[in-house]
């Protein structure tokens, strides 16, 4: 029929294509948080070193959280007693 929607298919993602997306994340991850602090930088020195934006800081805060936590889950586990 010409009326037809378009047709989807589902796949389900292998496990080593989530470590490269993972990877992928943690990288935008560390790029968004450099790109922040240097727009802070950049409106500090603009502004005479006044204070950035309250906006500006939490977003930052928010970047460095996302980073932290993407490492925390790329890092490999640990197991208590394995030398």
């Given at each position: 029929m010409a009326l037809e929607g378009p047709q989807l298919a589902y796949a389900?993602?292998?496990?080593?294509?989530?470590?490269?997306?993972?990877?992928?994340?943690?990288?935008?991850?560390r790029r968004l948080e450099d790109l922040l602090e240097r727009a802070r930088a950049a409106s500090s020195a603009t502004t005479g070193g006044a204070a950035s934006p309250?906006?500006?800081r939490?977003?930052?805060?928010?970047?460095?959280?996302?980073?932290?936590?993407?490492?925390?889950?790329?890092?490999?586990?640990?197991?208590?007693?394995?030398s």
């Open positions: 389900r993602a292998d496990e080593g294509l989530a470590e490269n997306t993972l990877e992928k994340a943690l990288e935008l991850a309250r906006s500006t939490i977003a930052c805060a928010m970047a460095a959280g996302l980073v932290d936590e993407l490492e925390a889950i790329n890092r490999p586990l640990r197991h208590p007693g394995a």
